[in-house]
């Protein structure tokens, strides 16, 4: 409770902070034209161009029913990826055995691309939700089970001699001392998940040929070779990432990791 | 009444020994220095008295209803204020949140910790204040036995006095029993009724200083004095290699 009132606190002077970020973006919106100017529409429309499709399409509802079908999609392989990497990862953390066991593996999971396993999901499953969130889950849960992994296997035999010798309650020792480590370990992983299952999740909706979200928009995009369209829906993307990451997750991040160095 | 026995204790970490042939008890009341060379296995007696490291060969026999320790290393929890890491004994006893903020809050000001440090992270604070913060958790559980392992080594000398005073007062009042690591022999005479020295390798009592003289009246002439005997002490001028030193 007390961290929330702190994130909403806190929140204006981050807004504030937020001046060097939007500078950058607009440097890179004048990259943008110049790369426009030079390349043509076709290639790379300009911005404005793009923003105009962007507003256009804001204003149809399909666009808003293939955002929210992806987003619900993306964040059922993050939900399934986090619990699953977490539960799994503190497992086999807490056993030598299974954390050697496991590194494989989880290496050969990372190893495979994302690209790979659709076309496999697609085989064994079909056209259907269930393959874009199989391979959201393959390709983002690794990243959540090696923090749950490391964040197990790096805690300190010391703090827990000391929450031994006051002869603390189990309940307490998961809340107080382990839990803390652990989730410092897990919460940036599940970060680099988010971004991965939503990056991961277009691509997929996309290869798949589903009739809806955001990749089959972009498919319809792209063979109509409808760039400022294509473009204005990476936009959607990008600053739906944006908003996640900075509007949500990062003055999380703050409060949550304060104590951190 | 209750007491710390400790019988033939021997130890090794893989096949090093460690220690060897240890003898001694603690009574109710009684404060025990331990003084020696680094390394001299000072920290690991102190862990096997406090049933933290396992007892492979001899006997420790703990009467005491309840113990605390202060580590060498603070050993506060990175994620919790100063405030909640000396609340951290309490909370396991179960003591309401507000209570024992309270108390924390008690014992942190008369360590000289104010509120402004009691809302820190460890990160924040200085190495004196972390090892304050660590003796406050243990003192605040009001424990019959105290296990402290270099508690001032981190102090200005205004400081130590003071939390010795505060802790001979806990002895005469409170009966508290106190097993005191230190590498100031000064300290030692002045809080102690009885000091080993240990030598090192493997670690094994050389010798056994009982001081009667009551706390009260030990004044600085009296430690200073003892202090010095000590030094020309050969057994001790050996246990720490003092001739080497002076060459
Ligand atoms: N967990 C361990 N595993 C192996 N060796 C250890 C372990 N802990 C301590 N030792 C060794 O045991 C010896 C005694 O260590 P200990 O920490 O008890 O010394 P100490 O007397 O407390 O020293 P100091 O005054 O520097 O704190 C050292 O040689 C140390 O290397
Ligand atoms: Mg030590």
Redesign the pocket.
Known sequence: MNAFINIIKDFPRYLWSGWGAIASLFLFLALWDLGNQFNGSLVLPSPQETFIALWQMLHTVEIWTDVAITVERSLWGFVISVVLGGGLGVLAGSFATASIMSRPIITVMMGVPPIAWIILALLWFGVSDGSIIFTLVVASFPIVFVGALQGTRTLEGDLNDMSNSFKTPLLMRLTDVYFPHVFSYIFPASISALGMSWKVVVMSELLASTPTGIGASLAVARSHFDSPVAMALVLIMVIFLLLIEYVFLEPIKREVEQWRN | MAQLIIKNLYHK??A?E?LADINFSLAQGKVISIV??????????LHLCGNLLEIVDGEVDNSFSSQAFAF?DARLLPWQTALDNIAFGLKGGGVAKKQRHKLATKMAFKLGLNNDDLAKFPKDLSGGMRQRVAFARALVIKPELMFLD?PFSALDIGLKQELQHLLMGLVVNEKLSIFF?T?DLAEAIKISDEILV?DADP?RIVKQIVLDRPRESRDEDYIFNTTRQLLQDPQIISTFELNFKKK
């Open positions: 970490f893989g090093t460690i020696g060379p680094s390394g001299s296995g000072k920290t690991t007696l060498q270099e690591i590498h240990l670690g």
